[in-house]
Each structure stands twice: as C-alpha cells, then as structure tokens.
C-alpha cells in the first residue's frame, strides 16, 4: 500500500527550528527522488525542497535556502527536512511527496502524505 506519513510539525517561536520527518513504505520510497511541499493558509502548495536518490543533489525554494535543510536515511526510508530560523511566514501544512517523473523542481509528483502543521509564532 502507498503511504507517506509527515510528522514532527508544531507550533514554534520566531528564529525557532523544527525537523519534520516523512516515514515511506518501500514502495513509494526506494529509487526515488523526494520532495517538500507547503500550503499556507489562504495560498497555493508551493514547492519548498527535494533530494534525489542518492542525496547528492538538493534544490530549494529561495524562500527556504539557507535556512531549512533536507536530507534523506534510504534503510529507514526516511526523508527529513531541518527548519532553522523559522519565521511566521513559514506557517503552513508541510506535505512530503515522491517524484514519478521529471526534474526535481518541476517534475510530476504522486503519492502524497496527509501533512503536518507547521505554526511560527511572531
């Protein structure tokens, strides 16, 4: 069965940090590049970071870059992102997902999880 399961959203102050988990079934996890994705309220889900495979090559939205990191345990089909500096902008619901195909950024993804909520507080 396909299954993406976020965890580790919260609520945070200001310059806060946070590490969301995405535990994957073998299935939707082995060989393929992943991705985090968020929906602010009121906003469209937005492209936040993906990995691939291997973990060698990682992208970023401009809005994240240097202060969230993503990185991936391929024997524990887990991926993670690393939150740092957290601002209240980045107040959403935090959604992992797998690549089916494409490039990292623009690709097709399928087999999204429920997400996690993520709240910084000013």
């Known amino acids: 069965q396909v299954q993406l399961v976020e965890s580790g959203g919260g609520l945070v102050q200001t310059g806060g940090s946070l590490r969301l988990s995405c535990a994957a079934s073998r299935r939707t996890f082995s060989g393929y590049a992943m991705g985090w994705f968020r929906r602010a309220p009121g906003k469209e889900r937005s492209f936040v970071a993906a990995?691939?495979?291997?973990?060698?090559?990682?992208h970023y939205a401009d809005s994240v870059k240097g202060r969230f990191t993503i990185s991936r345990d391929n024997p524990k089909n887990t991926m993670y992102l690393q939150m740092n500096s957290l601002k209240p902008e980045d107040t959403a619901i935090y959604y992992c997902a797998t690549l089916k195909s494409g490039a990292l950024v623009t690709g097709e993804y399928a087999y999204w999880g429920q997400g996690t909520q993520v709240t910084v507080s000013s």
């Open positions: 990995i691939n495979w291997s973990g060698t090559n990682t």
